[in-house]
């Protein structure tokens, strides 16, 4: 079972940068174990993928709307996974979350996963 907390999260200008952070505490399987996941959900839409990454952070993948624009990374030895965010638009305001699965790999749908925080704001003004 994993506990996840995100952070990070504020109001900034439209092209600013912002870095969120996921801390997981993490008892029988170690964190470095889980694939994750940010998701993200604004108000009166479903929750979207974002961005995931495979447990050792070999294999990344990302939705067409933030590509080249967001960056996906975790460091085990910190139990922790970061979403840095260039280049913010005002449609990217939205609460995220992060989330991990039990396996290895990451996957774009979120009921694969097993394991969510509370999410974050995010709001980005024009």
């Known amino acids: 079972q994993v506990q996840l907390v995100e952070s990070g999260g504020g109001l900034v200008q439209a092209e600013g940068s912002l870095r969120l952070s996921c801390t997981a505490t993490a008892s029988g399987r170690t964190f470095g174990t889980y694939g994750m996941a940010w998701f993200r959900q604004a108000p009166g839409r479903e929750r979207e993928f974002v961005a995931g990454?495979?447990?050792?952070?070999?294999?990344?993948h990302y939705a067409d709307f933030v590509k080249g624009r967001f960056t996906i990374s975790r460091d085990n030895a910190k139990n922790t996974l970061y979403l840095q965010m260039n280049g913010l638009k005002p449609e990217d305001t939205a609460v995220y979350y992060c989330a991990a699965r039990d396996a290895y790999y990451s996957s774009s749908s979120y009921p694969d996963y097993d394991y969510w925080g509370q999410g974050t704001q995010v709001t980005v003004s024009s």
């Open positions: 990454i495979s447990w050792r952070g070999g294999n990344t």
